[in-house]
């Protein structure tokens, strides 16, 4: 049995932190390669050595100076370092990172040096071999994760390395430079180590018991999620539910490994299993709810569109040739409706409209703005009866108004749109018809 566990920022935010990882580590011969994110918060108001890091690497670029918070970094690894007796300096590194933001900053490689650093402690506090991603992980030339090199490097890498310390977040771009992935990146780190060694699980482990069906911010005490398909994952994250970096799953999903959310504060609750598929059941007809506010409605008229060939294809240029994504398409009779990102379409709106005129000839197009989208995800939805007629009575009761309604052609969600101010009421209804009522 092969484990790759993946510590994220606040279950290393101090020396007491590591010591729970520490024993968590040791709890299990199976835990074998382990990815550290850089120390994160150690209490609401902290701020993570990332955004330090970051802090740091901007204050050089204007040519400032950068010595508060370039010490208080020191001072957060100092603190783990003689909080767990380690007989390791980071002086050298630490010369290394002023040198290299005095004479040619570079974001990336600066704000790599969170997780690098940590490595390197998790490292000796272990007794585990170091392994540095920047030999292991590779981006191409548009910048995107090279998966044959990787793996193939990694696993040659990690053969010879059977207990490795990885630190996350970063890898070798296409110009021989440190590249990071996107904020929260390390996860994307530990999933590709587990599909390079083939692991058995992925386990992810975090300030929360996994999953929870909604925002515990939009419900309280939200009931947590035990298993959840990879595709219902996919479903609540793009919606907001932050539960993994979006891009954690794809490695994983290859070789059907499960990930395991984990609490490092709780360490005896199971927490969250993500799978590719289960046949247990969910206990709520809904696994879970997540929603995004600010999206626009640009609603297109035009008489008899239903029988002119290509009108939606026109339409969905005008869209394309200014860059703009499209979330959702409803369509009737002689309408059809697509749904953007106000914040994407905001700037644009104009010279959108005007493409829509100019290729597709409607007669009318308005536009609507504030609308909010909530996804109701659920692998047993598909085999219910009722359940939208559930969810829009609870609507109907909670006085929401719902302005769009897509089923999703798997069955697995449905979306509705209702306006900005109506969401939270909107989600605090559908969670209490299918998990506190249970009807
Ligand atoms: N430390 C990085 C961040 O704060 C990456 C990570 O924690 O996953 O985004």
Not at 105 to 112: F, N
Not at 147 to 165: F, R
Request: proline share 4%; charged share 25%; aromatic share 8%.
């Amino acid at each position: 049995m092969v484990k790759v566990v993946k510590f994220g920022g606040s279950s290393l935010a101090d020396a007491a932190q590591f010591q729970k990882v520490g024993d968590i580590i040791r709890a299990d011969e199976a835990r074998c390669f382990v990815i550290p994110s850089a120390p994160g918060k150690r209490f609401s108001g902290d701020t993570k050595v990332t955004d330090l890091l970051y802090r740091c690497y901007h204050l050089a670029e204007e040519g400032k100076d950068f010595s508060d918070p370039f010490a208080e970094i020191k001072s957060r690894y100092k603190e783990i370092i003689d909080g767990l007796h380690l007989s390791v300096s980071l002086d050298e590194e630490f010369d290394k990172i002023e040198k290299s933001l005095k004479t040619d900053p570079r974001a990336d490689y600066t704000a790599s040096r969170g997780e690098n650093l940590n490595g390197h402690l998790m490292a000796a506090y272990l007794g585990f071999d170091f392994v540095d991603p920047f030999d292991v992980i590779f981006f191409n030339e548009e910048g995107t994760l090279d998966e044959e090199k990787t793996k193939y490097c990694m696993s040659i890498m990690l053969a010879e390395h059977p207990k490795a310390v990885i630190p996350g977040f970063y890898g070798q771009g296409a110009d021989g430079r440190v590249k990071t992935f996107s904020r929260g990146g390390s996860d994307i780190t530990g999933s590709i180590v587990a599909g390079a060694v083939h692991a058995d699980v992925y386990e992810n482990w975090t300030d929360v018991s996994g999953c929870l069906a909604a925002d515990p911010r939009v419900v309280p005490n939200p009931v947590p999620v035990k298993v959840i398909t990879y595709k219902e994952l996919r479903e609540l994250s793009y919606m907001g539910a932050s539960v993994l970096h979006e891009d954690a799953i794809f490695p994983v999903r290859k070789e059907g490994i499960p990930i395991n959310i984990r609490n490092t504060n709780k360490p005896e609750d199971e927490g969250t299993w993500i799978v590719e598929s289960t046949c247990q059941k969910t206990g709520y007809t809904i696994t879970g709810i997540a929603g995004k506010k600010d999206f626009c409605a640009v609603l297109i008229s035009k008489d008899m569109m239903n029988s002119e060939v290509g009108f939606c294809r026109k339409v969905l240029q005008a869209f394309e040739e200014n860059g703009i994504s499209i979330e959702h398409m409803p369509s009737g009779i002689d309408t059809m409706t697509v749904v953007v990102h106000e914040s994407e379409f905001m700037d644009k709106e104009q010279r959108v409209v005007s493409a829509i005129h100019r290729l597709a000839e409607p007669d009318s197009i308005e536009i609507e703005a504030d609308l909010s989208l909530i996804a109701v995800v659920g692998r047993g939805m598909k085999s219910q009866r009722g359940t939208a007629g559930r969810i829009f009575a609870a609507l109907a009761h909670a006085h929401v108004n719902v302005r769009m309604i897509d089923q999703g052609s798997s069955e697995l969600n449905i979306i509705i749109g209702v306006e900005n101010r109506d969401f939270e009421k909107a989600i605090q209804a559908i969670y209490d018809i299918f998990v506190v009522t249970q009807i």
